[in-house]
């Protein structure tokens, strides 16, 4: 176990809905980081968060938005999702923005779009 | 720009047998290396970090890892391979700007360990 939890661990929604996806860091994790994983993009970065402000953006498409909120936590909010988005959503955190430390994965969040 | 390579999407080895998985890297400064391990329906799991020392680092489950500067590698390493090793890799290298973390991983090497 990480100490990363991520829910819901499995989401089937349809066209055109929006979803949100939620993040609760390592006890102590000041980064929040989200991933997308799918079959045939890998794993693909979109955005980070640091102590509840964004530090970097990856690939997220513009539908798609993320923040973190006071206690650490952070959420992933899907909108207008499109069959394409069905894929394996990670959060990931690590205990501060520099250093060696090292990142640590959530289970993930299966979205399908149906 | 950092980057990561890992050359081979998929590698098969006998049971027993020794098994390398590769990683190449492009960073400026120095660089700190990682190596996870996905098995299926699952997140990434760490299993070892090369930040400064020793060449040969050793991690979970028996693996480890040689970072060579001047090949800019980072190949996995295990002497006897077991058929639960069979998961999905990545290499990843940290890098550090204006204070902060940013991740770059490879695109994955599938490990098929065969009994």
């Known amino acids: 176990d990480s100490g990363v939890t991520q829910t819901p661990k499995h989401l089937i929604t349809a066209t055109g809905q929006r979803v949100t996806l939620r993040c609760s860091p390592r006890?102590?994790?000041?980064?929040v980081y989200w991933y997308q994983q799918s079959l045939d993009q890998g794993l693909q970065f979109l955005i980070q968060?640091?102590?509840?402000?964004?530090?970097a953006k990856g690939n997220i498409l513009e539908r798609f938005s993320a923040q973190q909120f006071p206690d650490l936590h952070s959420e992933l909010n899907l909108s207008s999702l499109e069959l394409g988005d069905s894929a394996l959503y990670f959060c990931?955190?690590?205990?501060?923005?520099?250093?060696?430390?090292?990142?640590?994965f959530g289970e993930g969040s299966w979205l399908t779009v149906v | 720009a950092q980057s990561v390579a890992q050359p081979e999407d998929q590698v098969n080895v006998a049971e027993g047998n020794p098994l390398t998985v590769k990683c190449t890297y492009s960073?400026?400064?120095?660089?700190?290396l990682f190596w996870y391990v996905q098995y299926p329906n699952r997140g990434l799991q760490f299993l070892l970090k090369?930040?400064?020392?020793?060449?040969l680092v050793k991690g979970s489950y028996g693996f480890e890892a040689e970072f060579n500067k001047s090949q800019t590698s980072f190949h996995l390493k295990k002497p006897s391979a077991l058929v639960s090793d069979s998961a999905l890799y990545f290499c990843?290298?940290?890098?550090?700007?204006?204070?902060?973390?940013?991740?770059?991983f490879g695109s994955g090497t599938k490990l098929n360990v065969k009994p």
């Open positions: 990931a955190s690590s205990a501060s923005a520099s250093s060696g430390n090292t990142i640590y």
């Open positions: 006890s102590g994790d000041l980064s």
């Open positions: 968060y640091y102590n509840g402000e964004e530090r």
């Open positions: 960073v400026s400064g120095n660089p700190y």
């Open positions: 090369y930040i400064t020392g020793d060449n």
């Open positions: 990843a290298v940290r890098e550090e700007r204006n204070n902060f973390n940013k991740f770059y």
